[in-house]
């Protein structure tokens, strides 16, 4: 049996296990078994010890610790090096995990596959500076977005990622309330685990138009309250971390099954009602 886990705090309510057991199902792998596995902030060395110990080959990264687990790897990615996080462990043959990253991919296949979205030029806000805020902010550059604002309950931690990014005619940060003096976005996605609307007491300092898009990474009801805000602001494209979800689960099931790429439209499909 190939063991598997998604780790975080909370996890009780992932989708991955069900997400992962259906892409086995498309490959005949019944015997594969994926648990979520509750581990707090600090806690992920003690957690991998124990679960390679139990025959865990390899386990996605969930907030918030995908920074830490950048900090354990063994190899990483191109991608996870220049994130600075990781998303997805592979245990390795003579012991250690390899690092990846598949967040930022599959957001953007998400966006402009799965919904059809060109993200080429837009005027763009990632509100937080956390681990998906590194994984996803580097692909919405090479994706083709125009002018990318930071904006982060901690300033530093928003100046500390433009920093690390790299690109200061592209890539800058302001605080909440300068939001206003920008004008309005083309592309606002919420990186937190927290609804901006609760976080940073959103309200009108952010300009928004029918044509912008709005992405809640997170799904169910932890995004009820930015899809509540867009729709006030007459936003007619809301989406949630749902198809970013599956696609980036997708491509972790690829490395772990020697690019076995599952198809993700039916996955998405049984829980686009639910979700």
């Given at each position: 049996m190939s063991i598997y886990a998604v780790m975080g705090s909370p996890v009780s309510h992932s989708l991955?296990?069900?997400i992962h057991r259906a892409f086995a199902a498309q490959f005949g792998q019944p015997q594969l078994h994926y648990e979520a596995i509750d581990v707090p902030a600090g806690g992920l060395a003690a957690a991998l010890e124990s679960f390679c110990a139990r025959g865990g080959v390899g386990a996605n990264i969930t907030a918030p610790l995908k920074r830490e687990a950048f900090g354990l790897c063994t190899l990483l990615s191109p991608t996870a090096e220049r994130a600075g996080a990781v998303n997805t462990l592979s245990a390795m043959p003579d012991g250690g995990w390899q690092g990846d990253l598949t967040d930022g991919e599959g957001l953007i296949r998400a966006l402009t596959g799965t919904l059809g979205q060109d993200l080429r030029d837009r005027r763009t806000l990632v509100l937080g500076a956390g681990g998906a805020a590194h994984a996803v902010v580097p692909a919405l550059l090479e994706a083709g977005v125009g002018s990318l604002y930071l904006v982060n309950r901690s300033q530093a931690n928003a100046d500390a990622l433009a920093d690390r990014i790299?690109?200061?005619?592209?890539?800058?940060?302001?605080?909440?309330?300068q939001l206003g003096e920008v004008g309005a976005f083309d592309l606002i996605i919420n990186t937190a685990t927290e609804s901006p609307v609760t976080a940073f007491g959103l309200k009108g300092e952010l300009i928004a138009s029918p044509r912008t898009l709005v992405v809640d990474l997170?799904?169910?009801?932890?995004?009820?309250?930015?899809?509540?805000?867009?729709?006030?602001?007459?936003?007619?494209?809301?989406?949630?971390?749902?198809?970013?979800?599956?696609?980036?689960a997708a491509l972790s099931y690829a490395l772990w099954n020697d690019g076995a790429m599952p198809d993700t439209a039916p996955v998405y499909a049984s829980f686009a009602d639910k979700y």
């Open positions: 991955s296990p069900a790299g690109e200061p005619a592209r890539v800058h940060t302001r605080r909440i309330e997170n799904y169910g009801e932890r995004a009820s309250a930015l899809r509540a805000w867009a729709a006030v602001h007459d936003v007619q494209v809301f989406v949630n971390g749902l198809p970013m979800l599956i696609e980036q």
